[in-house]
């Protein structure tokens, strides 16, 4: 049994989307816990009536980030992890916290990297003109947003788009592309082999 811990900080539809496919599909994994950066994120109601432990680590309690990601550290490891899900958690995090868990800690980003890291990636797109967009799961390095790719998914942008039109299609391609990367690395199949993304082929 792998122990995965998710970290949201609002909506948390990923986080849904990884615990219904644990559960729909027996993964030999359990969500050992839910953990936010806001005691208001919406993710934690869905969690709790899952019966999922919940936790709230709040950025604003801290003076510096080193303090917040040490209480954040400590939080985590108390669930003693095999893997760290970043799902939608919007902090940056220090140097220090992500080397802890290299190789061991996933994110998922709503562009296809290394085009559009950081923030309003789908008005970044729709800026830029491009034709296709979509989302990446990857390692999480302290290089922000610029880990070791795991999986991708594209969608097209179509004329008539809005942010929140593009928003929705990603969003549909995340919810399948980030539980297919967990359960290869529950699995044994993913893993980072000096810094590079190495995924078994087990068909
Ligand atoms: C997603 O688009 C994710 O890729 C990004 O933040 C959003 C979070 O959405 N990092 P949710 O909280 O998973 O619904």
């Given amino acids: 049994m792998k122990n995965i811990v998710i970290l949201i900080s609002g909506r948390g539809s990923n986080m849904q989307a990884v615990v219904e496919a644990a559960a729909a599909e027996g993964w030999p994994a359990r969500i050992a ?4 950066n806001r005691a208001d994120a919406a993710g934690l ?4 009536a899952h019966g999922i432990p919940t936790a709230v680590v709040a950025s604003k309690g801290y003076a510096t980030r080193d303090a917040f990601d040490a209480a954040l550290q400590l ?22 916290l992500v080397d802890h868990y290299v190789g061991r800690m996933l994110n998922i980003h709503p562009s296809l990297l290394p085009s559009f890291p950081g923030l309003a990636t789908h008005r970044q797109a ?10 990446s799961v990857h390692f999480v390095t302290a290089d922000l947003d610029h880990g070791p790719i795991v999986a ?3 969608v097209p942008v179509l004329a008539d ?7 929705l299609r990603v969003l549909e391609q995340e919810h399948l592309i980030y539980p297919r990367a967990i359960a290869w690395f529950v699995e044994g199949r993913l893993n980072l082999d000096k810094g590079i993304t190495n995924l078994k082929d087990m068909t």
């Fill in 33 to 36: 816990a839910v953990i936010s």
């Fill in 45 to 48: 109601e869905f969690a709790r």
């Fill in 75 to 96: 939080a985590i490891d108390g669930f003693e992890p095999d893997l760290v899900v970043l799902a939608g958690f919007l902090r940056i995090l220090t140097a220090q």
């Fill in 126 to 135: 729709l800026a830029a003109g491009v034709k296709v967009h979509g989302a």
């Fill in 152 to 154: 991708q998914s594209a």
């Fill in 161 to 167: 788009d809005t942010e929140e039109t593009l928003a």
